[in-house]
C-alpha cells in the first residue's frame, strides 16, 4: 500500500493526529518537515507504521498504542511518553525524558538520550545506543532499560522493580540502586534486546546490571535515629 | 501555519557563524529563531549581534584603524523623543572625544566614540538620564523593547543585519516586571551579552555581595545578577569559562545561559537542567535554541549534529 503523505508545512499537530488515527491497520504515512514539531503520531491505537522525516520536537509518539514510529532525526523532550504498546524508534539523539512513564512498547533511540530517560518507567522497554544523561530510570518500577554507551550520575535513584543494563561506564549510581551479578538468564535477556535495537556495540555478556537494593521499600523508623 | 502550542517560559537563541559567507543573512536568520520563540515568551525581547567592519564615514577622524579598535559603539535608547546629533554634540563636548551616529530606529541609535566606557557612560548619565544603554562594544549592538519578537525585528530592520554571531531572548516574566529595562540580553561589560532561561533562588544574596564590591545593578532582574556576576570576575581577569563556572558554583536554580564575548559563544546548564536547551551544529556553524523548531530553518539543520548540552557542562565555541 502506498504510503499516506502529510506535511506539517500544511497541517498543524491536530490535523496531522486525527488523519493518522484515521488510517486501517496495515497502512504507511510518512510525516513530512517536522521541523521540531510537537505532540506528532501522540495517541494513536492502529497498527500503522508511520516515517517522520526529519528532526521533531516534544512527545513524539507519546500514549501510543500499537503504531510503529521511526523519526529519521532528532526528538525533544519526553519521546514515548506514556507509551502502552507499539514501538517509537529515533535515528539520532533524544532529548530529557525519553519514554517517560512507559507502560509497554519498545523504545529505541539508536544517538543519545539526554537526563531523566526512562523516569518512572512503568513496563516498558527502552534501548539507547549511546549515552544517557543523569538521573536516567529515577524512580522506574518495571520494565527494562539497555544502555549501549554510558550513563549519567544518580543511574536508577530509587528504583522499583525495573531492570536497568549498562554497556558502558556508569558516574554515578542512585540512592538504592545496586549493582547485581550478571546471570545467564540476564545475558539472554541483553542477547535479544541488543538485537531488538539493532545494537552490534553490546556485547551482552559484558554489561552491567542495575536494579534495586530494596532499602527505601520500607520506611525505617529508627534509621539515623532522628525519629 | 496552523498551529496550537501552550506557552512555556521564556525562549533564547543564538548563532554562530563559523563559514564567513552567511555573515550577510546574520539578521535575517537570527529574526526568524526568535519569531519561532514567540510562544515561549510573548512579552518582550532583546538580540544582541556581532559584527566585525564598521568602518567610519568618509571624513571623520575616527577612519584609521586603530582609532576603530579604540572606539566604542554603545547602544543607546530613549524613552522621550531625542535628537541624536543634538545629544552626541553634547557628549563629545563633555568628553573631548568625537561622537558619530548611526541611527536604529525613533528612540534608538547606535553611538561611537573613543572616549573610553567610564566617561562615555558618566556623561550620558550627566546629560541625558532617561537614554539607557542596553549595550555596547567594539563588536556588539544591542536592542531590546517590549512587544511581540517579530514586530521588534521588524522595527529595528534586525532582518538586515550583517555579522558573525548573535543572541536573542523572548521574555515571559517571572522574576520582575515587564519593562525594556528588564529584558534580555543583559550586556553589562564591553561585547559581553547574557540571556537567560530559567529562574534564580538565591540572586538577592549574590546581588548584595557584588553591591559591596562596588558592582551595582541597575535592575531588580535575577538575570542580571548572573551577568554582573561573570563581568565582575572576567573584570578581575577570569576567562569566560572561569566566568560560568563561578555561576555554577555561586548561583542558585534554574537555568540554560547562553554568553557571549567578543570571540566567544558559551551555554551552560544547572546540575537538574530541567530547563531546556538543544544545540545544532554542522560545519557553518553553531546554533542554540530553547526548542528545535527555533533551529529548523537554519541551512543545512537537517545534516547538522543535534544535540542537547549536558548539565554543569560549559559547551564554548570560539572564533
Known amino acids: 500500500m502506498e504510503p499516506v503523505i502529510l506535511s506539517c508545512a500544511d497541517l498543524s499537530a491536530r490535523q496531522i493526529n486525527a488523519a493518522l488515527a484515521a488510517l486501517p491497520d496495515g497502512a504507511c504515512a510518512r510525516v513530512l518537515e517536522p521541523r521540531g514539531r510537537h505532540n506528532l503520531a501522540v495517541g494513536l491505537s492502529n497498527r500503522v507504521r508511520i516515517d517522520i522525516e526529519g528532526n521533531a520536537g516534544y512527545y513524539i509518539g507519546g500514549l501510543g498504542q500499537g503504531p510503529d514510529v521511526v523519526v529519521s532525526g532528532f526528538v525533544g523532550w519526553s519521546v514515548g511518553e506514556n507509551l502502552l504498546a507499539g514501538s517509537v524508534r529515533v535515528k539520532g539523539n533524544a532529548s530529557e525524558c525519553a519514554g517517560a512513564s512507559s507502560h509497554g512498547g519498545t523504545i529505541v533511540i539508536e544517538g543519545d538520550a539526554s537526563s531523566r530517560a526512562g523516569i518512572s518507567l512503568k513496563g516498558g522497554t527502552i534501548l539507547v545506543g549511546g549515552n544517557v544523561g543523569h538521573m536516567s530510570g529515577f524512580m522506574a518500577q518495571a520494565g527494562v532499560m539497555l544502555i549501549g554507551g554510558d550513563a549519567g550520575d544518580a543511574l536508577g535513584d530509587s528504583l522499583y522493580e525495573a531492570v536497568i543494563y549498562v554497556a558502558g561506564k556508569i558516574a554515578s549510581l542512585g540512592s538504592d540502586a545496586r549493582v547485581e551479578e550478571l546471570t545467564d538468564a540476564d545475558v539472554r535477556a541483553v542477547k535479544a534486546l541488543a538485537e531488538l535495537g539493532g545494537f552490534d556495540h553490546v556485547q551482552p555478556e559484558n554489561v552491567t546490571r542495575v536494579a534495586s537494593a530494596r532499602g527505601l521499600y520500607n520506611f525505617d523508623a529508627l534509621k539515623d535515629q532522628k525519629y | 501555519m496552523p498551529e496550537e502550542r501552550e506557552p512555556r517560559m521564556c525562549g533564547i537563541i543564538g548563532l554562530h557563524l563559523k563559514n564567513p559567507s552567511l555573515r550577510p543573512r546574520l539578521g535575517e536568520l537570527l529574526t526568524q529563531m526568535l ?6 515568551g510573548p512579552d518582550s525581547a532583546g538580540i544582541a549581534v556581532y559584527a566585525d567592519h564598521h568602518p567610519a564615514p568618509a571624513g571623520n577622524e575616527l577612519g584609521n584603524e586603530q582609532s576603530q579598535e579604540q572606539e566604542l559603539r554603545y547602544s543607546l535608547r530613549s524613552d522621550e523623543l531625542i535628537d541624536w546629533d543634538l545629544l552626541a554634540k553634547r557628549i563629545a563636548a563633555e568628553t573631548g572625544h568625537d561622537v558619530r551616529v548611526e541611527p536604529l530606529a525613533a528612540d534608538s541609535a547606535v553611538v561611537g566614540s573613543a572616549a573610553g566606557e567610564a566617561s562615555f557612560l558618566a556623561a550620558v548619565h550627566r546629560i ?3 537614554v539607557s544603554v542596553p549595550g555596547y562594544g567594539r563588536a556588539m549592538v544591542v536592542v531590546k523593547d517590549v512587544g ?9 530592520g534586525i532582518p538586515g543585519w550583517g555579522g558573525y554571531q548573535g543572541i536573542g531572548h523572548t521574555r515571559m516574566a517571572t522574576e520582575s516586571a515587564v519593562t525594556t529595562a528588564h529584558s534580555h540580553p543583559f550586556a553589562p561589560a564591553a561585547d559581553l551579552a547574557l540571556v537567560h532561561n ?7 544574596t549574590i ?9 551595582h545593578c541597575d535592575t531588580d532582574n535575577d538575570s542580571e545578577v548572573a551577568a554582573r556576576l561573570i563581568a565582575s570576575r572576567m573584570a578581575e581577569g577570569a576567562d569566560l569559562e572561569d566566568g560560568l563556572r563561578t555561576v555554577l558554583k555561586e548561583m542558585d536554580g534554574f537555568f540554560t545561559l547562553l554568553v557571549t564575548t567578543r570571540t566567544q559563544f558559551a551555554v551552560v546548564r544547572d546540575s537538574f537542567a530541567c530547563k531546556p536547551a538543544v544545540i545544532a551544529e554542522t560545519a557553518d556553524y553553531v546554533a542554540m535554541a530553547s526548542e528545535y523548531h527555533a533551529l529548523a530553518g537554519l541551512p543545512g539543520v537537517t545534516d547538522a549534529r543535534v544535540f542537547e548540552p549536558m548539565p554543569e557542562e560549559i559547551h564554548l565555541w570560539s572564533r
Open chain 2, 148 to 156: 511581540a519578537p517579530a514586530a521588534i525585528c521588524a522595527r529595528y
Open chain 2, 35 to 40: 519569531e519561532a520563540m514567540t510562544t515561549r
Open chain 2, 207 to 215: 546581588r548584595r555581595q557584588l553591591a559591596r564590591k562596588g558592582t
Open chain 2, 128 to 130: 541625558a538620564p532617561h
Open chain 2, 198 to 204: 530559567g529562574s534564580f533562588s538565591n540572586y538577592a
